[in-house]
């Protein structure tokens, strides 16, 4: 992968507070990364002023908001997502196959009618803070690691583009679901980093080698002393995990 198309797919996970901070950091991003990243603090704090207010300055939307609701409601929302122009938005898998469909079939109908770009929708499958005992308290008998496939599959079925995973599902996911999903992966350090509050991390390069599309990295570059130069690294090592894929495919075919 070249550097620009590195870029394109790293996402820079905006969790910050203040507009002072998001200004910031946008200003210095911008060129550095593909996407940026509003949840539901940002957005709960700013609105959705804030989407305008990144893409005034540039930058490009995945709006991280996670609907989990009646089909008709999450439709709703995610057009209003897609009216603002954002480039991703995320949804509950575990919200079922209608709740997933009718959402795409609304976007994908009011981008066709008013001219708008479509976004993609990304499932969340199972989320990583939830352990064996903790869905069974919830009634899942599947371990995490089942039911994430079970989710990912029910996700694509629905027609969703992609999911959001963490590095150790993307093995699994690929099995089961093939290529064509578009993988949205956080819990991403760079070597020799450290993992914060996350547990099993992937470095850049080696998240890209197991099959990630895109790439979520908060605190390794929002608490960086050089913002910009810690994208530009992260970007170098996703260009150098493509190129080991490419020849790694390029081997298996010629074998
Ligand atoms: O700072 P850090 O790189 O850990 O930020 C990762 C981002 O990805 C955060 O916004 C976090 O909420 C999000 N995320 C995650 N793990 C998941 C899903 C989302 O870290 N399983």
């Known amino acids: 992968?070249?550097?620009p198309r590195a870029r394109r797919r790293l996402i820079f996970a905006l969790d910050v507070a203040s507009l002072k901070e998001v200004d910031r950091y946008v200003a210095l991003l911008a060129d550095e990364v593909g996407l940026f990243k509003v949840g539901k603090q940002l957005f709960v704090h700013a609105g959705p002023e804030i989407v305008r207010r990144i893409q005034a300055k540039g930058g490009t939307v995945f709006l991280d908001l996670k609907f989990h609701d009646i089909p008709?409601?999450?439709a709703s929302a995610s057009v209003e997502a897609a009216r603002l122009g954002v480039q991703m938005l995320t949804l509950h898998a575990s919200g079922g196959t209608e709740?997933?469909?009718?959402?795409?079939?609304?976007?994908?109908?009011?981008?066709?009618?008013?001219?708008?770009?479509?976004?993609?929708?990304?499932?969340?499958?199972?989320?990583?803070?939830?352990?064996?005992?903790?869905?069974?308290?919830?009634?899942?008998?599947?371990?995490?690691?089942?039911?994430?496939?079970?989710?990912?599959?029910?996700?694509?079925?629905?027609?969703?583009?992609?999911?959001?995973?963490?590095?150790?599902?993307i093995t699994a996911i690929r099995r089961a679901c093939g290529d064509k999903l578009t993988l949205v992966i956080p819990g991403v350090r760079?070597?020799?980093?450290?993992?914060?509050?996350?547990?099993r991390v992937l470095t850049p390069h080696q998240a890209i080698q197991a099959g990630a599309n895109y790439l979520v990295v908060g605190r390794p570059i929002r608490d960086a002393a050089d913002p910009r130069q810690a994208?530009?690294?992260?970007?170098?090592?996703?260009?150098?995990?493509?190129r080991a894929r490419r020849s790694t495919e390029q081997t298996q075919d010629g074998s």
């Open 99 to 169: 709740m997933l469909r009718q959402a795409h079939r609304a976007v994908r109908g009011v981008c066709r009618a008013e001219r708008l770009a479509r976004p993609a929708l990304l499932a969340v499958t199972v989320l990583t803070s939830l352990g064996r005992d903790d869905l069974k308290q919830i009634g899942v008998s599947a371990g995490p690691a089942a039911q994430v496939v079970r989710l990912a599959r029910l996700a694509q079925q629905a027609g969703i583009d992609g999911l959001v995973a963490s590095p150790q599902e």
């Open 190 to 199: 760079p070597q020799g980093g450290t993992p914060d509050d996350q547990k």
């Open 231 to 242: 994208a530009r690294d992260i970007v170098a090592d996703m260009a150098r995990g493509l």
């Open 72 to 74: 008709q409601t999450v």
């Open 1 to 3: 992968m070249s550097r």
